[in-house]
């Protein structure tokens, strides 16, 4: 089984939320405040507004399934997150099983343009050592990606992985998906 696992990039948002928790209550009290007039300004339209944070959500994680090596010159396997189809080249085999295009959601602020960004590429370790790549990842968003009326996008990834020589093993890795808004 060769799998890829994912990383969400919210670590300012997570040091946010765990500092608001351990916050005396004096000061969650001047936050509220804060957000009070923050929420007013925002409602009325004038500058200074806070926008919502865009968070992302794996919902899915991206999954080669069982694959064989044929011969030492390695090969590929793709996986396309537009057909959702699995494409196979040089030395590699399916062996069976499922395979899983990843999928993720951001949730923001209604109607925003948003931007969603892959590595150009991965490299994929097994327990025994052996290494494997993860290139050419991509989404299934348009050029220009929007959040819907509930401030939701739903998309899936996939991309290319590629074994040379005789790696062996149940690869993972971590795919660092960053989003920001247009």
Do not use: W
């Amino acid at each position: 089984m060769i799998c890829v696992k994912y990383r969400s990039v919210l670590p300012v948002l997570m040091l946010f939320l765990a500092v608001l928790v351990f916050l005396p209550d004096s000061a969650a009290a001047q936050c509220r405040l804060c957000a009070a007039q923050t929420d007013s300004a925002s409602s009325s339209g004038s500058p200074g507004a806070t926008e919502i944070p865009l968070r992302i959500e794996i919902t899915a994680n991206l999954d080669f399934s069982r694959l064989a090596l044929l011969n030492r010159t390695g090969g590929e396997v793709e996986l396309d997150p537009d057909s959702r189809q699995r494409r196979f080249s040089g030395g590699l085999t399916d062996l069976g099983g499922l395979s899983l295009h990843g999928e993720g959601r951001l949730t923001g602020e209604p109607g925003r343009l948003v931007r969603v960004q892959l590595p150009e590429r991965i490299t994929l370790s097994a327990p025994n050592g052996s290494t494997a790549d993860l290139v050419k990842l991509d989404t299934d968003l348009p050029a220009q990606a929007r959040l819907d009326r509930d401030g939701r996008l739903t998309f899936s990834f996939g991309g290319k992985l590629r074994v040379t020589g005789s790696a062996s093993g149940q690869f993972r890795g971590r795919i660092a998906i960053t989003a920001t808004y247009e």
